[in-house]
T-cell receptor, first 114, second 113 residues
Framework: DTEVTQTPKHLVMGMTNKKSLKCEQHMGHRAMYWYKQKAKKPPELMFVYSYEKLSINESVPSRFSPECPNSSLLNLHLHALQPEDSALYLC?????????????FGPGTRLTVT | QKEVEQNSGPLSVPEGAIASLNCTYSDRGSQSFFWYRQYSGKSPELIMFIYSNGDKEDGRFTAQLNKASQYVSLLIRDSQPSDSATYLCAVKEWMDSSYKLIFGSGTRLLVRP
């Protein structure tokens, strides 16, 4: 089973709202990732958690705040977003972030900022 | 700058033909290579990974890796209209003290009935 789940599937938020995206996996993976994907572009890495610790932050603006409550869950907290932040937000997981690097993506959250 | 390059396409093939998708990469030291399929509006799905030179087959899919020439390809035999999608090549790279997946821009495949 290579399932990663994400909620919600769609989210519309205003620029002053606070919302959260959620991601869950039950594959025993110890690395989890957030990517952002714009139309007709490849995914762009935002954050990596390895063994529940933030290991990579790709200079993402502070209006995006990741959290890893436990090894199965990953959240992305959103605050004061801009319209250009509208995109597909993808969560992925892999067994670890060094030797085994097959990353499995969730279905994504389609975010629209108005 | 480590790069992964793909022809954006579209690559158009008739149903039943072999579709050949190619990817080149800039880092001679790269070791791990991945192919993802992405349908319009959906998330990427891992369909193949290859770590050793040569061919790796899984059903109708064959990944081919040539490290000397720095290319990796994906062959899809007996192409079906349901194979129409964007195929993303990704390479595991050591950058900024961490491993990261570097994606190509993707090749759009159209399989004509």
């Amino acid at each position: 089973d290579t399932e990663v789940t994400q909620t919600p599937k769609h989210l519309v938020m205003g620029m002053t709202n606070k919302k959260s995206l959620k991601c869950e996996q039950h594959m025993g993976h110890r690395a989890m990732y957030w990517y952002k994907q714009k139309a007709k572009k490849p995914p762009e890495l935002m954050f990596v958690y390895s063994y529940e610790k933030l290991s990579i932050n790709e200079s993402v603006p502070s209006r995006f705040s990741p959290e890893c409550p436990n090894s199965s869950l990953l959240n992305l907290h959103l605050h004061a977003l801009q319209p250009e932040d509208s995109a597909l937000y993808l969560c992925a997981s892999s067994q670890d972030d060094f030797s085994s690097y097959e990353q499995y993506f969730g279905p994504g959250t389609r975010l629209t900022v108005t | 700058q480590k790069e992964v390059e793909q022809n954006s396409g579209p690559l158009s093939v008739p149903e039943g033909a072999i579709a050949s998708l190619n990817c080149t990469y800039s880092d001679r030291g790269s070791q791990s290579f991945f192919w993802y399929r992405q349908y319009s509006g959906k998330s990427p799905e891992l369909i193949m990974f290859i770590y050793s030179n040569g061919d790796k087959e899984d059903g109708r899919f064959t990944a081919q890796l040539n490290k000397a020439s720095q290319y990796v390809s994906l062959l899809i035999r007996d192409s079906q209209p349901s194979d129409s999608a964007t195929y993303l090549c990704a390479v595991k790279e050591w950058m900024d003290s961490s491993y990261k997946l570097i994606f190509g821009s993707g090749t759009r495949l159209l399989v004509r009935p």
